[in-house]
């Protein structure tokens, strides 16, 4: 089954603690992103990788890190998370046709 | 930047009645998928459908992609279709990034 999977699903934090949100996907997709999703903002783009070792800034990078180490993942680095970050996080992965999002992660930074 | 706009912003039907929402862009695509958003966060595959038309059960969506809008339609609707519907595009030049349009908000009464 086509799947991306992302972990944690919820995660409370404190500020300036930092935490990385894992995203695999087992359909051997070249490319992976980011997105978070805040009311009355929609749903951004973060970062995005084209494939291993190739990643980019999206509409929203700042405070934010990712790597691709790896085809099949693409972890999500919040060094010194902000409570300006709290937001509810997607991870997806696309070839080119449909894309697949992952679960979802509601972050909190208290 | 393309824009999507998604019409109307809220919907609530009786259990039983038929809907259809809109999506418009301002751009040629190359990608265009409809999601559900359920009450648990999760962004559910709908359809893939950059033109043509497809069906799934009670789910069908047209995409005039000349004239830049899509449709999806929900027939018979179900408490179980409530949550929000987005739909996403990706362009020509695009790096495989998807714009989000701004939802429709369903709400179905048993």
């Known amino acids: 089954e086509a799947q991306v999977t992302q972990n944690p699903r919820y995660l409370i934090t404190v500020t300036g603690k930092k935490l990385t949100v894992t995203c695999s996907q087992n359909?051997?997709?070249?490319?992976m992103s980011w997105y978070r999703q805040d009311p009355g903002l929609g749903l951004r783009q973060i970062y995005y990788s084209m494939n291993v070792e190739v990643t980019d800034k999206g509409d929203v990078p700042e405070g934010y890190k990712v790597s691709r180490k790896e085809k099949r993942n693409f972890p999500l680095i919040l060094e010194s998370p902000s409570p300006n970050q709290t937001s509810l996080y997607f991870c997806a992965s696309k070839a080119n046709t449909e894309a697949f999002f992952g679960q979802g992660t509601r972050l909190t930074v208290v | 930047g393309i824009q999507v706009e998604q019409s109307p912003p809220d919907l609530i039907l009786q259990e039983g009645a038929n809907s259809t929402l809109r999506c418009n862009f301002s751009?040629?695509?190359?990608?265009l998928q409809w999601f559900h958003q359920n009450p648990w966060g999760q962004l559910i595959n709908l359809f893939y459908?950059?033109?043509g038309t497809k069906q799934n059960g009670r789910l069908s969506a047209t995409t005039v992609a000349t004239e830049r809008y899509s449709l999806l339609y929900i027939s018979s609707s179900q408490t179980t279709d409530s949550g929000v519907y987005f739909c996403?595009?990706?362009?020509?030049?695009?790096?495989?990034?998807?714009?989000f349009g701004t939802g429709t908000r369903l709400k179905v009464l048993a």
């Open positions: 359909m051997n997709h070249e490319y």
């Open positions: 459908i950059p033109s």
């Open positions: 751009d040629s695509v190359n990608n």
């Open positions: 996403a595009v990706g362009t020509l030049w695009g790096t495989y990034k998807y714009i």
